[in-house]
């Protein structure tokens, strides 16, 4: 396994850490021969989510950086609208809660209110209004080199990871360019994405020059999230759904998946693309990184 | 592609159904070369689950099965205890919903309502009491032959299925021996997982003498719901989470993970392996299979 070289590792803002002790566990088990062997494994946490006083839903979580996660995913959720005023995120280890408060009470706690009024409750909120806040998104359309995807994959598959190290984990990395920023890695199908989102909102990091590159799936949620985040690429070794294509072509988001070597299809927005790289120069990946993939 | 043989598919209760038009479409989109490419890709629907006059939760799926779906949801959950008794299951294209229906109001419904009462509303309840239902469930010591595991993976592998065709897609299958019964597939990450379990219910189909094999990560979720179905034998060829070994070892479910061509790894319940197989007579995988991976 070649690993990164100080200098690019020393690029990211935020890179994985896949030593942290929290992060993982070695846990004894025995092999196909029946030898003793010690694997290492990733920790899943739930991490319940509070709005003000609103409890919005529990994640199963890796558990690094949960105020960002809880931000992030209230925010992609449209709970919190874009200059919402975040007066405090409080984590608390012990009883693992991420409280986030608003300077007043959100639309969505009065949105949760009137339809508990009117129905009993809603449960199936959370999830059955996942289009909301996407009404006339129209990402940017920024020009992207494919240039940048190769310099992309190769750099994060030879960054450091939990994946790597512990694997059934989930990554997302932020990039501008051909430079990665902020690599998230988590458990949970969406956390990865989410803690980006939350680290964006509190920074105020600008998303109109950002690409979103992931290992996972690019279904529709995957990429209402992306267009919640204002950020007008999305990358992804993995394929594709119908409906994540169909809202992607909506929103203008460029869509870019099944990047494995040289090879890549782009399903949305390839006018946008600028094909300055000769895919017959970039080497087929090696079979570390062939796993890395995932119909899944 | 070396396909399964007729009598081999014969076999299969329920096989997949990688043709049927509903479940992919054929989307256009441009290579790294710049050539024009039509891909298939799977479909992605959302589904509304109600228990009674209850909205509970709106899966994104596939779309088939809705029914199966439903029924093995809220049983996972353990929304259904066993022995519930089950009026209907309506399913409504249209609106895109199913409705189980019980001959009386079931606990779950009751404790919504009391907590609704209390602080207001209930949305992290579903995902919140995951571990409910589980107090007390010890599986049965059933052995397992390692001959079973090698012999299910190569012909789970060469089944037709929406993954070899459109990939983006996970897939779990309830079998007996070294026979693949049920295979189902699914976008969701635990939707076919529930579909087997709300086949088994509405077949009456016994739980012990069975072993899930599934292409996904064995995650708290994952073997939560394998111990709620009341299967001794949960087997991937993901990886693991520390917490899903945790609770593997407290129901004494047998977990074994990493299953890629002769490896694999049992974590628990190693006791029960009945290791008839010798490893070194197992060729490696091909490069197809090798992908059907996933850290992710």
Sequence with gaps: MQLAVESELADYIIAPDPDAPRLTRTIAGL????AQTAL??????????YLNRQEIVTAMTIGDYPEYLAVGF?????MLRSGEDITGVDYDEETETVVVRTASQTTYEDKLRKKTRTSGCAVGTVFGDMMEGLEGVRLPAAAVRTSWFYALAARINRTPSLYLQAGAIHGTV?????????YMEDVGRHNAVDKIAGW???TGERADDKILYTTGRLTSEMVIKTAMMGIPVLASRSGFTAWGVEIARQVGLTLVGRMRGQRFVCVSGHDRLVRDADPASVPEEDRKHMRKSAGT
Tied chains: 1, 2.
């Design 40 to 49: 290492s494994v990733v920790e899943e946490r739930p991490l319940t989510i």
């Design 74 to 78: 209230l925010r992609n959720q449209a």
């Design 200 to 202: 964006m909102l509190m």
């Design 31 to 34: 092999d196909q021969t029946g």
């Design 174 to 182: 932020l990039c501008r360019g051909d430079r990665p920023l902020v």
